[in-house]
């Protein structure tokens, strides 16, 4: 038997129709201009009582410290698990949360099928439904596409990180997809969020400010660590490339050393108490009806084993990231 036949069994798709439920409370919007446009037809939502559902992205965010920033008002959604990412750089990992593959809790003694059947139903909580299981992800295997066409959600998608622009693949299903103008300012993505009063809305919010440099958007640019190889790492790749080959590079650049690694960790931890902040203002916002998950693409590191940052790296922290979910009312 395939790993899939395990999973799929019979498939089980959320019936029931009628008049989309009113969406109480929280800033509106009548509809979203791909829907406006009249793009495909949008099924009307088959529960009264669905939630609308945010995944937030703490971007690099290391378990522990989340847990040394102790952030008070972003644990209201409830407990903080230690789990592992499937990915270690951004766009893997984003697209693995958008398969609806969260991070996971690495169990022993336990066949992957299971655990990913074990691990779907959660989304009959997270979005107010019913019979929702793996198989009712195909043959998509994508969260928007699932969410959009057969609950009939609004979908959006706010990113930091230029890797996730919309130009890219996984720009697929969403009502608006938008790379924001900071990197590193989640305040401008609450700007911008509406809920609608007619149907559900789904956001996934890139939150920038825990990735390099670790910055609050008020810190002048100029105050930022810099370490070459990482500011701008794609935009200037082909900056070392002659007619198809590396060219000598004459500087050899200095790794950080532990004290300057040591900051930098710091500066992740200090954006995670700013972040405690502005999710204040998140959790006041939002309606009554929704469903928050908050976690990390993937960890970072600093210094342990030689290493710096994410990406090609095996190393348990890198992959190590912080997760708790629920609702704040």
Not at 49 to 61: R, V
Not at 74 to 83: A, C, D, F, S
Not at 175 to 194: C, G, P, S, Y
Request: glycine content about 8%; proline content about 9%.
């Amino acid at each position: 038997m395939g790993l899939f036949d395990g999973i799929f069994g019979k498939r089980q798709t959320p019936a029931g129709s009628g008049a989309a439920p009113s969406r109480p409370g929280g800033p509106v919007s009548a509809r979203p201009p791909l829907a406006a446009a009249g793009a495909f037809k949008r099924p009307d939502p088959p529960f009264a009582e669905m939630n609308n559902y945010l995944l937030i992205i703490l971007d690099s965010c290391r378990y522990d410290s989340f847990m040394a920033a102790a952030p008070k008002v972003i644990t209201k959604l409830g407990p903080v698990e230690r789990r592992w990412s499937y990915a270690s750089w951004t766009a893997p990992s984003h697209y693995n949360l958008l398969m609806g593959l969260l991070p996971h809790t690495s169990p022993p003694h336990v066949y992957a099928s299971d655990y990913y059947k074990e691990d779907f139903v959660r989304f009959n909580e997270r979005f107010g439904a019913k019979g929702i299981e793996f198989a009712s992800f195909v043959p998509h295997l994508y969260l928007p596409s699932y969410l959009r066409q057969t609950l009939g959600y609004f979908t959006h998608a706010k990113v930091s990180l230029p890797v996730l622009n919309p130009k890219t693949a996984i720009n697929k299903d969403f009502d608006t997809f938008r790379l924001m103008e900071k990197h590193n300012d989640m305040n401008a993505m609450l700007d911008e969020m509406t809920f609608s009063t007619e149907r559900p809305s789904f956001y996934i919010l890139n939150v920038g400010e825990t990735h390099y440099p670790y910055a609050r958007p008020s810190e002048p640019r100029d105050l930022w660590p810099r370490l070459s190889g990482v500011h701008g790492v794609f935009k200037h790749l082909d900056d070392h490339v002659i007619e198809g080959k590396l060219k000598a590079d004459t500087k050899v650049q200095p790794f950080f050393d532990q004290e300057k690694l040591d900051i930098l960790r710091g500066r992740q931890i200090d954006t995670i108490q700013y972040l405690d902040g502005v999710f204040e203002r998140l959790f006041d916002m939002v309606p009554k009806n929704t469903y928050i998950t908050v976690t990390a693409d993937h960890g970072e590191l600093f210094g342990e084993e030689g290493y710096f940052g994410h990406g090609p790296i095996q190393h348990d922290k890198v992959y190590e990231v912080p997760f708790l979910e629920g609702r704040v009312r």
